[in-house]
């Protein structure tokens, strides 16, 4: 157990629908992060929220759309999706860094997306 | 962030230490060496971090050389149960400001034999 909750954990959706996977996290962290992993592909980072403001996003398809209502919280809405983005998506937490502090980021287990 | 170099796969017998090797001759003097391991299907896993100084903890000992370009995570008696991807990563400490993202690379695939 790592402190960080996604669900559902297994997802298959057809290229019409409209989902959302939820990211939970009980570590009293404050940033948090979805990754996005294909297939013998390295983990990509998609968007990045700090104290529920999304810091960064990487040139990610508008048919992702992250929300973050709180730090505890991440959901990632899905929307006219493509079979390619067929992958485990992994959420991710910190804590926003300070001076010489350092932060690992704990991830959960992934929620893995089938795109037919 | 600087970027760094493993080896795509190694092997390494149970109850062996497991010697995993990184180059990272771009570093930084501000940036820090993560170890990551990904076991099959799940999320990656922390496992050890350091600047300049060697780090041990329960998982793992991580040995850094003195000018920093190159480091290596150990694993001291490696079990079946060690077999993952482990990812070597540099990543700046920007401040206050820093939300501490990590740039993954392909990693080394330990696998672990009996």
Redesign the interface.
Known sequence: ETGVTQTPRHLVMGMTNKKSLKCEQHLGHNAMYWYKQSAKKPLELMFVYSLEERVENNSVPSRFSPECPNSSHLFLHLHTLQPEDSALYLCASSQVIHEKNTGELFFGEGSRLTVL | DAKTTQPPSMDCAEGRAANLPCNHSTISGNE?V?W?RQIH??????II?GLKNNETNEMASLIITEDRKSSTLILPHATLRDTAVYYCIVRR????S??????????TTLQVKP
Do not use: A
């Open positions: 820090y993560y990551y299907s799940q999320g990656p896993q922390y971090h400490d920007h401040g206050s820093n939300t501490g993202k990590l740039i993954f690379g392909q990693g």
